[in-house]
């Protein structure tokens, strides 16, 4: 099993910045990769960035030259830097851990821009 922590969600006006974090713990072993996803009201959810532990980013087309995806290994930890925030940025921010097959979910990290 493996547990996710995230933080560092708020409120935050248009244009404005946020890091959100997210903590891995627990069975943690080899190549694994961890997302970022976010679901706002009545939407599905949406995955916004991707890492792997190779050190592999992916981006989606509406936050890319905006959001940063990183990692710190030795801590099992993924951030997201997110500049430059629309009132569209608005959502829930999950983050999820792969490994080996089986896919754990953090609870879930509440951001809100205002316009």
């Known amino acids: 099993q493996v547990q996710l922590v995230e933080s560092g969600g708020g409120l935050v006006q248009a244009g404005g910045s946020l890091r959100l974090s997210c903590a891995a713990s627990g069975n943690i072993f080899g190549l694994n990769v961890m997302k970022w996803y976010r679901q706002a009201p009545e939407k599905e959810r949406e995955l916004v960035a991707t890492?792997?532990?190779?050190?592999?980013?992916h981006y989606a087309d509406s936050i890319k030259g905006r959001f940063t995806i990183s990692r710190d290994n030795a801590k099992n930890t993924v951030y997201l830097q997110m500049n430059s925030l629309k009132p569209e940025d608005a959502a829930v921010y999950y983050c999820?851990?792969?490994?080996?097959?089986?896919?754990?979910w953090g609870q879930g990290t509440q951001v809100t821009v205002s316009s």
């Open positions: 890492a792997s532990s190779g050190g592999i980013t």
């Open positions: 999820s851990f792969y490994q080996a097959g089986a896919t754990y």
